[in-house]
């Protein structure tokens, strides 16, 4: 995985609630078991008509070319129903590193911070005016410090995050990445017992 210290970057609105895990990649595409190219069809159902590539829906937003960027933002409960690594694939994949909602599913979230994909909790409020900004908005995430800002505005808000994820965040680890980096440590306490 890559390090994510500090994402800024324009973002992507989509502003509906209980977006759930089959409508972010829908299960007629689970039969890869590598994490490639899962992005092309990230809401595939909302982003084209009759399931066709060449005819996208102009009103969905990943399909506007004014709105890009490394960031989702998304309305409360993203993530819910099934509990498939997929979708954080699918995300990382189209090239989200984050996304931001007052709400997530505990799967999702786990499953979004197990591959790099940063999920930040903020309140109703707060996400309420991110949606009120422009197209041309940046948002700055920052990791060790756990804030978002809205560099038009200035509002900042903090987000919680696991103790280990963040680690493993900062350092572009994954589980095993970070089993290796604590290798000498481990042996060191192997030798004592």
């Given at each position: 995985?890559?390090?994510?210290?500090?994402?800024?970057?324009?973002?992507?609105?989509?502003?509906?609630?209980?977006?759930?895990?089959?409508?972010?990649?829908?299960?007629?595409?689970?039969?890869?078991?590598?994490?490639?190219?899962?992005?092309?069809?990230?809401?595939?159902?909302?982003?084209?008509?009759?399931?066709?590539?060449?005819?996208?829906?102009?009103?969905?937003?990943?399909?506007?070319?004014?709105?890009?960027?490394?960031?989702?933002?998304?309305?409360?409960?993203?993530?819910?129903?099934?509990?498939?690594?997929?979708?954080?694939?699918?995300?990382?994949?189209?090239?989200?590193?984050?996304?931001?909602?007052?709400?997530?599913?505990?799967?999702?979230?786990?499953?979004?911070?197990?591959?790099?994909?940063?999920?930040?909790?903020?309140?109703?409020a707060f996400l309420q005016e991110i949606f009120e900004q422009n197209n041309t908005c940046l948002l700055t995430i920052n990791?060790?410090?756990?804030?978002?800002?809205?560099?038009?505005?200035?509002?900042?808000?903090?987000?919680?995050?696991?103790?280990?994820?963040?680690?493993?965040?900062?350092n572009g680890f994954d589980d095993i990445d970070f089993l290796i980096s604590r290798k000498e440590?481990?042996?060191?306490?192997?030798?004592?017992?």
């Amino acid at each position: 995985m890559k390090a994510l210290k500090e994402i800024k970057s324009q973002f992507v609105p989509l502003p509906m609630e209980n977006i759930d895990t089959d409508q972010i990649i829908p299960a007629r595409f689970l039969k890869s078991t590598t994490r490639d190219g899962f992005g092309k069809n990230l809401f595939r159902d909302w982003r084209y008509n009759n399931n066709d590539e060449t005819n996208p829906k102009p009103d969905f937003a990943l399909n506007q070319s004014q709105y890009k960027g490394e960031i989702l933002v998304a309305g409360k409960n993203f993530g819910c129903g099934s509990s498939r690594e997929h979708a954080a694939w699918a995300l990382q994949d189209y090239g989200f590193n984050a996304v931001v909602s007052s709400f997530f599913a505990d799967i999702f979230k786990n499953n979004a911070l197990n591959n790099g994909v940063l999920p930040v909790t903020v309140s109703d409020a707060f996400l309420q005016e991110i949606f009120e900004q422009n197209n041309t908005c940046l948002l700055t995430i920052n990791v060790e410090a756990q804030t978002i800002k809205i560099n038009t505005t200035g509002s900042t808000a903090h987000f919680d995050i696991n103790l280990y994820k963040k680690t493993c965040l900062l350092n572009g680890f994954d589980d095993i990445d970070f089993l290796i980096s604590r290798k000498e440590l481990i042996a060191e306490f192997e030798k004592k017992n």
